[in-house]
């Protein structure tokens, strides 16, 4: 089943999440690589693809698991949870329909 991992960051997270970026992605190129990844990425802090100093405010997974158990724990051996860049992460059931 597909889980959506929603991801809040805490304040001025942009140099913490360039330390911890290589090791956040390698972790989503396994799941992509398996053919579980449906999307991801970060939302960024301003209305712009590139939004700069201002960073970003959080991210989304969606990818499968086995079951919500396994989501979670997923979400929570990310390595910006590690570095304390998220303040709050979300992980729920979800349900593709479109397209």
Do not use: C, T
């Not at 992605?25 to 053919?35: A, I, M, S, V």
């Not at 970060?42 to 209305?47: G, L, Q, R």
């Not at 201002?54 to 969606?62: D, E, K, P, Q």
């Amino acid at each position: 089943m597909w889980y959506a991992i929603v991801s809040e960051d805490v304040e001025n997270s942009l140099e913490k999440r360039k330390a911890a970026r290589p090791a956040h992605l390698e972790r989503l190129y396994e799941l992509r690589d398996q053919g579980r990844l449906f999307v991801a990425g970060p939302n960024p802090a301003i209305d712009s693809e590139d939004p700069g100093p201002a960073g970003f405010s959080g991210s989304l997974v969606i990818a499968e698991f086995d079951s919500l158990a396994s989501a979670k724990s997923w979400a929570d051996k990310d390595p910006y949870v590690a570095a304390g860049i998220y303040a709050n992460v979300v992980v729920k059931p979800f349900k593709k329909v479109l397209p």
